[in-house]
């Protein structure tokens, strides 16, 4: 008696032992999983890229021309940065925006220059989760340059739209905006490293991106094509509302006839073009090649394996976007020639001299130059540079009332 009594009393203080749920279970084997070398090479030599010389040599010269660019992406951009920075007359929610451009343009240098270092035989020797971590880095900084595209889009329409450009008010739209573009833009780099991938479906596997599932590259295509879609939309509205504006002004006695008028359409719809046509020509190939992907089994088309290529096309966006929407505005040319050559190119009181003066004005036409009175119609697309005498010259008969 004494001894189940003893036993009774042991029982009811000694630990119990927890039983593992099925869903503790399939966290500690994913745990596993991310924290295994042999994942990596299960899945690359399922989709047949193992065979490539990449992993086994180091740095093919291409990589190394890749690197360069990376280098000139993250040097133009930080240029941009610092000029938005150092001139308080760019402290206003479109250069915000544009600066927030111009920065997930410079991380997407950087995180791309990072995934060329760390690729050929130094994937071999990755856990997944180190993997998910450089490709999800990639992922999250172009997903940021591509929502900061729309941002800048709608804030522009919003802005043509209410003729009021920069109140207090407008300052939480424009952090919105910024903030919603970098929380998306996370969200859809991590969802593969929260579970949306292909570890213990092989048959799943995307050939470009062993560990990601093929239906989350097919999200990633839809969501960027539903991007690229709205910035058309957004910007064909910008056109027609400044075209139906402006034509008022042809009836003015202000205004030479309609032949100028034609020529500042023409010139707006030119910018236009450039910044959808620039966007579409660097991502339709990954976007193809992506979707070609989603539908070819492993090791079935040999174009996946040249996927490389097609990533960098697309990091030219990045290396382009300053250009279009930063260096077309004529207050930011000058403020960059400041900060790059201010003793080559300007006097001692801030004028600029006859020879910086091409770079500063960059007119294509003598139509151009004469009609510089009406750039607000340009710049209102081609880069964000909205003062309210701008909307004054597009509205003049709105805001006199």
Request: glycine residues 6%.
């Amino acid at each position: 008696m004494a001894t189940e009594a003893s036993h009774a009393a042991y029982a009811a203080v000694a630990p119990s032992v927890v039983p593992i749920t099925p869903s503790a279970g399939y966290l500690l084997r994913m745990f596993r999983e991310y924290q295994s070398n042999a994942v990596i090479m299960e899945h690359y030599n399922y989709t047949g890229k193992l065979k490539e010389n990449k992993y086994r040599d180091g740095l093919k010269p291409e990589a190394i021309a890749f690197l360069l660019v990376c280098l000139l992406i993250m040097l133009e951009n930080a240029v941009v940065l610092l000029a938005i920075w150092k001139n308080k007359k760019f402290h206003v929610p479109m250069y915000y925006l544009l600066g927030n451009l111009t920065l997930s343009d410079l991380l997407a240098g950087f995180t791309y220059m990072v995934n060329i270092v760390t690729s050929g035989p130094k994937t071999l020797k990755m856990t997944p989760v180190l993997w998910f971590l450089r490709e999800g880095g990639v992922f999250i900084m172009l997903a940021a340059s591509v929502i900061s595209l729309l941002a800048i889009a709608i804030e522009r329409h919003v802005t043509m739209v209410r003729m009021k450009p920069y109140q207090g008010a407008k300052q939480g739209r424009m952090f919105g905006l910024i903030g919603a573009s970098w929380v998306l833009s996370v969200l859809l780099g991590i969802l593969p490293v929260l579970g949306w991938n292909c570890m213990g479906r092989l048959d799943q596997c995307s050939t470009v991106l062993p560990l990601y599932a093929k239906n989350y590259i097919l999200f990633c295509i839809s969501i960027f094509s539903a991007i690229l879609l709205s910035i058309v939309v957004l910007y064909v509205r910008i056109f027609r509302i400044v075209k139906s504006n402006t034509q008022h002004l042809g009836s003015g006695p202000q205004r030479k006839g309609l032949y100028r008028k034609s020529q500042k359409y023409m010139a707006l719809l030119k910018t236009v073009t450039i910044v959808l046509g620039v966007f579409i020509a660097c991502w339709l190939p990954l976007f193809i090649l992506l979707l070609l992907d989603f539908c070819c089994p492993a090791k079935a088309c040999q174009v996946l394996f040249k996927a490389d290529y097609f990533l960098g096309i697309a990091m030219f966006n990045s290396l382009l976007n300053p250009i279009i929407y930063t260096l077309t505005s004529k207050d930011m040319r000058r403020a960059i020639l400041r900060l790059l050559c201010r003793h080559c190119l300007l006097t001692k009181d801030g004028h600029m001299k006859k020879i910086g003066m091409p770079f500063l004005e960059c007119s294509t036409s003598k139509t151009e130059a004469a009609s510089h009175r009406l750039e607000g119609l340009e710049t209102t697309v081609s880069s964000g540079n909205f003062t309210p005498s701008t909307v004054k010259a597009i509205y003049p008969r709105v805001m006199s009332h």
